[in-house]
């Protein structure tokens, strides 16, 4: 700064409203970053012979920095569509989607179900949490993540009623007697704040089917973006 003030009084007047102007003016943002990820399918068979089909369409992500202009904070806009298929009737079917968010780590290997299970791989308990930091659910939602750190982020929110009428929510989106299930979301938001590093997140959808001879999770994962 002290600096700029001796070259204002060299320079004159006129120069010298300028470069003010010019110091005073607010930063400009950087433009919002548009990934558009790639589709994909997978199938797995389960123990009763029952084969299973996850396809993942129309997955992008509008990754916007900080209003602020502070590189602790950005958002995030993602879109997908899920659509599972059985080759025989299930009873239930059972869709959770979200999102891996890591700060300064490789998200590649990182699980987003609890029960271990790895990509395609089926797994005991969808009711288990992340095996990682921590879980959040809800659209708009705003994580922290620290450097090291990985948390998951769930697109849905579903109420229902229990058994005695009380209200209950879950992050799975349930279909009963069918043999096919589809999930979409469009510019769901997740906010990042605390990670002063670079981000990335990864899709994963979690999918229960109960068939009348097997009950299991296939893990779907989605192809890793960076989030800035």
Same mark, same amino acid.
């Given at each position: 700064?002290? !600096?700029?003030?001796?070259?204002? =009084?060299?320079?004159?007047?006129?120069?010298?409203?300028?470069? =003010?102007?010019?110091?005073? *003016?607010?930063?400009?943002?950087?433009?919002?970053?548009?990934?558009? /990820?790639?589709? #994909?399918? $997978? @199938? #797995?068979?389960?123990?009763?012979?029952?084969?299973?089909?996850?396809?993942?369409?129309?997955?992008? *992500?509008? !990754?916007?920095?900080?209003?602020?202009?502070?590189? /602790?904070?950005?958002? +995030?806009?993602?879109? *997908?569509?899920?659509?599972?298929?059985?080759?025989? $009737?299930?009873?239930?079917?059972?869709?959770? +989607?979200?999102?891996?968010?890591?700060? @300064?780590?490789?998200?590649?290997?990182?699980?987003? &179900?609890?029960?271990?299970? +790895?990509?395609?791989?089926?797994?005991?308990?969808?009711?288990?949490?992340?095996?990682?930091? &921590?879980?959040?659910?809800?659209?708009?939602?705003?994580?922290?993540?620290?450097?090291? @750190? +990985?948390?998951?982020?769930? =697109?849905?929110?579903?109420?229902?009623? $229990?058994?005695?009428?009380?209200?209950? /929510? &879950?992050?799975?989106?349930?279909?009963?007697?069918?043999?096919?299930?589809?999930? &979409?979301?469009?510019?769901? @938001? !997740?906010?990042?704040?605390?990670?002063?590093?670079?981000? #990335?997140?990864?899709?994963?959808? $979690?999918?229960? =089917?109960?068939?009348?001879?097997?009950? #299991?999770?296939?893990?779907?994962?989605?192809?890793?973006?960076?989030?800035?």
């Amino acid at each position: 700064m002290n !600096i700029s003030l001796k070259r204002l =009084v060299t320079i004159g007047a006129p120069a010298a409203f300028t470069t =003010v102007a010019a110091l005073m *003016a607010p930063a400009i943002a950087h433009a919002d970053v548009h990934v558009a /990820l790639p589709s #994909q399918t $997978d @199938q #797995q068979t389960l123990g009763d012979g029952t084969v299973v089909s996850v396809t993942r369409t129309n997955e992008t *992500a509008n !990754i916007n920095p900080s209003l602020g202009g502070t590189p /602790l904070h950005r958002n +995030a806009w993602v879109s *997908a569509t899920y659509a599972v298929k059985t080759s025989k $009737d299930a009873k239930n079917i059972k869709i959770r +989607a979200g999102y891996i968010v890591g700060c @300064q780590v490789n998200i590649s290997g990182v699980s987003g &179900s609890g029960n271990g299970a +790895a990509s395609g791989k089926p797994g005991p308990n969808i009711d288990s949490p992340p095996a990682i930091s &921590s879980a959040t659910t809800g659209a708009g939602t705003s994580l922290s993540v620290g450097p090291g @750190q +990985a948390v998951a982020y769930y =697109v849905n929110t579903v109420e229902s009623a $229990d058994d005695f009428g009380n209200q209950k /929510l &879950s992050n799975k989106v349930g279909y009963k007697a069918t043999n096919h299930a589809k999930l &979409s979301y469009t510019n769901e @938001q !997740i906010g990042i704040n605390g990670c002063a590093g670079y981000a #990335q997140a990864r899709s994963f959808a $979690d999918v229960y =089917v109960n068939t009348p001879n097997a009950e #299991q999770i296939v893990t779907f994962y989605g192809k890793p973006f960076s989030l800035g």
